[in-house]
């Protein structure tokens, strides 16, 4: 199909979905609980440099679920519907997410079961922070074939019950059995204070929204350097001496336990080395084949796990000759928190729903994934 022939694709809507109230940073043990009673080493040094004031979690203090992944996601969903568009004229659903409710069936499946409407092709994008992107890119790419007239798609991520103190009791108390100290890896305590709960959801059209402001898709570029590092964030997996990730289903069952092997865990040496790098790289590669002038950008939105990383971002950045005023860069980390696959989603919803576009505004969104380093950039226009 030739580029003549190909449609234009609007986000048309956005929404989001945050459970439950705010969290401060003096509050999240109430909620994750301490490891073994002891309060954690790292804690505040993590959350001083991540420059996150409060996040969102689908627990109570007591560690009950209020929500499942899925049911965030159809509360997201739900934030779409009105008098012109409702679940059953939804053609094509795409779901990301690092932190499904299953193994099996997929996340897109279980949250079309519960939205019950009709029978539509439900897609689920794997993966971390870029799952989303993925399925965004599906969504887009379905729509500018003609295949679908629209699209719903969401991220989202339901990590903090997976940060809770009961789920890494046995590795402690195994190190203290083997004389260690009790306290966990950083690799893994490190993202008990970096995440959070919440779903965001976008409308995909063919055509514009005739009321409200809409975001045209002008391009999307995704790119994987998995061959250029190892892997750095993973879950389900022990790594070796040889940075080699052994496979859960590989492991005695003990070591799943011990290791705490089914946790979320992060080399935060590999991430500080190559996390900037790539971007920069890719983001030098990009701006050269689609001629983008920074200087006329109007926004540009990195998802960042850390406030830690802004100044090295720009760093790398100015290395490639790639200076972005520091008046267009629009993140929301510090008031949600790291959403993980939703973050990316949850920036162009407050920005979308500010009442601060205007027509002709450019958006770069920008997403870096750490777990074996891919990266994804979309550009947008106000319409």
């Known amino acids: 199909m030739s580029p003549s022939m190909l449609n234009t694709v609007f986000v048309t809507k956005i929404s989001k979905f945050l459970p439950n109230n705010p969290v401060s940073n003096d509050e999240m043990e109430e909620y994750l609980g301490q490891i073994k009673g002891l309060r954690s080493k790292c804690k505040a040094l993590i959350l001083r440099n991540n420059g996150i004031k ?5 627990l109570t203090k007591d560690g009950k679920s209020t929500h499942s992944n899925a049911q965030l996601t159809v509360e997201a969903i739900n934030n779409l519907f009105d008098n012109s568009f409702s679940a059953d004229d939804i053609e094509l659903l795409t779901c990301g997410t690092a932190s499904p409710d299953y193994i099996m069936p997929p996340h897109a499946s279980i949250v079309h079961g519960l939205l019950g409407n009709k029978s539509i092709d439900a897609m689920t994008g794997v993966g971390s922070c870029n799952s989303t992107m993925w399925a965004f890119n599906y969504a ?12 719903v798609c969401t991220g989202s991520e339901k990590i903090s019950s997976w940060m809770l103190a009961k789920n890494f009791e046995e590795e402690s108390k195994y190190l203290e059995a083997l004389g260690k100290n009790p306290y966990i890896a950083f ?3 490190f ?9 965001a959801a976008l409308l995909l059209e063919n055509k514009p929204n005739k009321n409200t402001p809409s975001l045209k898709i002008d391009w999307i570029e995704i ?3 998995a061959n250029e590092a190892d892997t750095c964030m993973f879950a389900g997996g022990y790594k070796n001496e040889n940075s080699d990730i052994i496979p859960w289903r590989d492991l005695d069952s003990k070591q799943w336990l011990n290791d705490s092997v089914f946790s979320l865990q992060q080399d935060s040496r590999l991430l ?4 900037t790098k790539f971007a920069s790289i890719m983001l030098k590669e990009i701006a050269g084949k689609y001629d983008i002038d920074f200087e006329k950008l109007n926004f540009f939105l990195p998802h960042m796990s850390s406030e830690f990383f802004r100044n090295k971002i720009k760093d790398s950045f100015a290395e490639q000759n790639i200076f972005i005023d520091s008046n267009k860069w629009f993140t929301n980390l510090h008031k949600i928190g790291n959403i993980g696959a939703a973050s990316a989603y949850m920036m162009l919803e407050e920005l979308f729903n500010s009442g601060n576009l205007k027509q002709g505004n450019t958006i770069l969104l920008f997403v870096p994934e750490s777990a074996r380093f891919s990266y994804t950039l979309a550009h947008f226009t106000v319409v």
Do not use: T
């Open 54 to 58: 409060c996040r969102y979690y689908a």
């Open 140 to 151: 887009w790419m379905s729509l500018l074939i003609g295949k679908y007239n629209n699209a």
């Open 187 to 189: 690799e893994r305590e």
């Open 191 to 199: 993202l008990r204070w970096m995440l959070s709960d919440g779903a």
């Open 223 to 225: 790119k994987s350097y």
């Open 272 to 275: 500080e080395k190559y996390v």
